[in-house]
């Protein structure tokens, strides 16, 4: 079993850093003997908050955490960036949860594999 872990710092719009992030977790949650934890750090706590509405032909990073989450992937989000940017716990997609700075560092002893976006 491969264990990697995808940080992601970047807003949910206005780059692509965070979209790719979650593209490379969806696609590695699906893959046979990979598990996948991801950490939403900063702004990036956006991409775990759900009923976002973008214009047509944007891609919407909340469905793509719940297709990770579908597919056995953890979802943190810092609790400092949270309250930070007055998201609440109810805010965020079923199974993403709101985690702390010890965890995403127990995260990391935990990887194989640390990528961060």
Same mark, same amino acid.
């Given at each position: !079993?491969?264990? &990697?872990?995808? $940080?992601?710092?970047? /807003? /949910?719009?206005? @780059?692509e850093r965070s979209w790719n992030g979650l593209r490379l +977790?969806?696609?590695?949650?699906?893959? =046979?003997?990979?598990? &996948?934890? *991801?950490?939403?750090?900063?702004? +990036? $706590?956006?991409?775990?908050?759900?009923?976002? #509405?973008? /214009?047509?032909?944007?891609?919407?990073?909340?469905?793509?955490? @719940?297709?990770?989450?579908?597919?056995? %992937?953890?979802?943190?989000?810092?609790? @400092?960036? !949270?309250?930070?940017?007055?998201?609440?716990?109810? %805010?965020?997609?079923?199974? +993403?949860?709101? +985690? @702390?700075? #010890? =965890? %995403?560092? =127990?995260?990391? $002893?935990? %990887?194989?594999? *640390?990528?961060?976006?």
């Amino acid at each position: !079993m491969t264990r &990697v872990l995808v $940080i992601l710092n970047d /807003p /949910p719009y206005g @780059t692509e850093r965070s979209w790719n992030g979650l593209r490379l +977790a969806g696609e590695l949650a699906r893959t =046979e003997g990979v598990e &996948v934890r *991801v950490f939403c750090f900063g702004d +990036a $706590i956006g991409c775990a908050v759900a009923g976002q #509405k973008v /214009p047509d032909g944007y891609y919407h990073l909340d469905r793509m955490v @719940t297709a990770i989450l579908g597919h056995g %992937a953890e979802v943190g989000c810092c609790g @400092t960036c !949270m309250d930070a940017r007055a998201v609440a716990v109810e %805010a965020l997609v079923d199974g +993403a949860r709101r +985690a @702390t700075l #010890k =965890e %995403a560092s =127990e995260w990391v $002893i935990w %990887a194989d594999r *640390v990528v961060s976006f």
